[in-house]
């Protein structure tokens, strides 16, 4: 999976920067189908940081934000997001699949 992260108004640390490389990697048990990530951890407004996460998965986009007073917040806040929405992406595929015949002579 491709990562790419960037800091708007604010220089990331390395280790923020692996922090965050390590949650989007989780996200893969999730959902293994993901093929990039976009990451932009944001620090505009003085007390506000902004986390969003843009998880490319086949056949479509998986969108999360957060503003969180820090920035660590922001990240767990909209890396759960995340986590929910493709879970909910992952049990429609699931429900979608075709009903083998003895399922079906069974009914």
């Not at 843009?54 to 479509?60: D, E, P």
């Amino acid at each position: 999976m491709d990562i790419n992260i960037t800091a708007r108004h604010f220089n990331a640390s390395a280790g923020l920067q692996s922090r965050v490389q390590d949650e989007i990697e989780k996200l893969g048990k999730f959902y293994p189908n993901i093929t990039s990530a976009s990451v932009v951890l944001d620090q505009e407004v003085e007390h506000m940081r902004r986390c969003e996460i843009s998880l490319n998965i086949k056949g479509s986009v998986i969108v999360a934000s957060a503003d969180e007073e820090n920035m660590g917040k922001a990240i767990d806040t909209a890396v759960e997001r995340a986590k929910t929405q493709l879970k909910k992406h992952n049990e429609k595929q699931k429900d979608h699949k075709t009903q083998s015949l003895s399922e079906l002579v069974n009914k």
